[in-house]
């Protein structure tokens, strides 16, 4: 079992910068790919990017440029540093691990934090 715990959402004006951390306990946390999802109301829970264990980067189109993830293996933490923030990335931020490759759709995900708020106003 890896249990994952998010901190650092919170109330941001638009164009501002917000850094998120998730921390995990229990099995290798560096053996297990981390992603970043967001969900909004109404919506359905997306894929925003994820580190594989090799360290490689992927983005969702709409945050690449704005967004960076990072990993600190010794922490056991994951990063996302999120700027020039919009009205519409305010959702529920989740971060999860898996053990598969490249996963980037939830059910690829086999952990879960229980998700922090990130609000954007205008």
């Known amino acids: 079992q890896v249990q994952l715990v998010e901190s650092g959402g919170g109330l941001v004006q638009a164009g501002g910068s917000l850094r998120l951390s998730c921390a995990a306990s229990?099995?290798?946390?560096?053996?297990?790919?981390m992603g970043w999802f967001r969900q909004a109301p109404g919506k359905e829970r997306e894929f925003v990017g994820g580190i594989r264990v090799s360290g490689a980067i992927y983005y969702t189109d709409s945050v690449k440029g704005r967004f960076t993830i990072s990993r600190d293996n010794a922490k056991n933490t994951v990063y996302l540093q999120m700027n020039s923030l919009k009205p519409e990335d305010t959702a529920l931020y989740f971060c999860?691990?898996?053990?598969?490759?490249?996963?980037?759709?939830?059910?690829?995900?086999?952990?879960w934090g229980q998700g922090t708020q990130v609000t954007v106003s205008s």
């Open positions: 229990g099995r290798t946390f560096s053996n297990y790919a």
């Open positions: 999860a691990g898996s053990d598969l490759w490249i996963p980037t759709t939830p059910q690829q995900y086999k952990y």
